[in-house]
């Protein structure tokens, strides 16, 4: 299947959707009408709403568009001058912690046989998402600032108590998040409970998101991807999608039996070793992330003093 990405971008003043095949970008209506003049779409976050009913059609489209771009027979120019967007607005942002064994030695954090234990999840405001090249603020108060490169399962279909071999089903595709952490702000003192990852993960600006949308179809191995995060250049995690200890689709399951998934949630699937507070390494304002996962893409951000 010829790769491609579905992107939200802005020119001069305008939003569109955006085909992203190779390393170019074209307005996706303008190709699609050229291909099948059907209804247009009218952006990535509707797209995936109504993925269930119209996501195998719409692929479908944008992949014939794709090839004939390719093959260079359709009559669309490159894009310029555009500036990427977020690629659509999650509903929910669920994300694992401690998910890969490295990771959590790093950390220090001592695990449960995987066989006695199920994923740890929680949630992430889905107002902390940027795009790609938008600026990271570095709260006042914190110290400890983290990057964290994660595979990003986009929800198209709505379930509840999804069993692991049907899990798949209910994937509309694939993104990268950036689980940039305040590491400090994530324990408390003045309370019993020690852990406040809500504030320590939540802030605005602490989910680049991004590049675009890729969908299921086109990740043939969506558990061998190799994942990476350099900072000014330097790579500090180069890991695989593979290392996970809990897999997508049992990842899927779990949340599932606590709640119903629905289009447009977001399951960040965590991140593998190389993170700031395993090296003792923090970010710091004019510093420079760049995440990148084979098969998506790269989303680059800068860190800014708040």
């Not at 170019?24 to 995936?48: C, R």
């Not at 220090?108 to 199920?118: H, K, V, W």
């Not at 507070?277 to 304002?285: N, T, W």
Request: hydrophobic share 40%; glycine share 10%.
């Amino acid at each position: 299947m010829t790769w491609f990405g579905i992107a939200t971008y802005e020119l001069n003043g305008r939003s569109g959707m955006g085909l992203a095949v190779g390393s170019k970008l074209y307005d996706a209506h303008a190709a699609l009408n050229q291909i099948a003049p059907e209804a247009p779409l009218a952006d990535v976050g509707t797209l995936i709403a109504g993925w269930e009913t119209d996501g195998a059609a719409a692929v479908e489209r944008f992949e014939r568009a794709a090839r004939a771009i390719e093959a260079g027979t359709l009559e669309i120019a490159a894009l310029q001058g555009h500036a990427l967007c977020v690629p659509f607005q999650p509903r929910r942002i669920f994300a694992a912690a401690s998910n890969y064994y490295e990771h959590a030695r790093e950390m220090g954090t001592e695990l449960a046989p995987r066989e006695e234990s199920t994923p740890y999840m929680f949630m992430k405001a889905e107002t902390s998402v940027v795009p790609t090249l938008a600026e990271v603020v570095i709260p006042p108060h914190a110290e400890r600032v983290d990057w964290e490169v994660e595979l990003a399962v986009v929800i198209g279909k709505t379930g509840r108590h999804i069993a692991q071999q049907d899990a798949y089903d209910y994937i509309a595709g694939y993104t990268i998040l950036n689980d940039v952490s305040a590491r400090d702000l994530n324990r408390r003192t003045d309370y019993p409970f020690k852990h406040d990852w809500f504030r320590g993960k939540s802030f605005d600006t602490f989910g680049p998101l991004g590049p675009w949308f890729v969908p299921r179809a086109c990740i043939a191995e969506p558990q061998n991807l190799r994942m990476r995060l350099s900072v000014n250049g330097e790579m500090m995690q180069d890991g695989n999608t593979s290392g996970m200890i809990f897999n997508i689709a049992e990842q899927i399951e779990y949340l599932s039996t606590i709640l119903t998934l629905q289009p447009g949630d977001l399951i960040a699937t965590g991140t593998p070793t190389g993170v700031g507070m395993g090296r003792g390494v923090y970010l710091k304002a004019g510093d420079v992330m760049v995440a990148s996962i084979d098969g998506i893409g790269s989303i680059e951000n800068p860190l800014v003093a708040g």
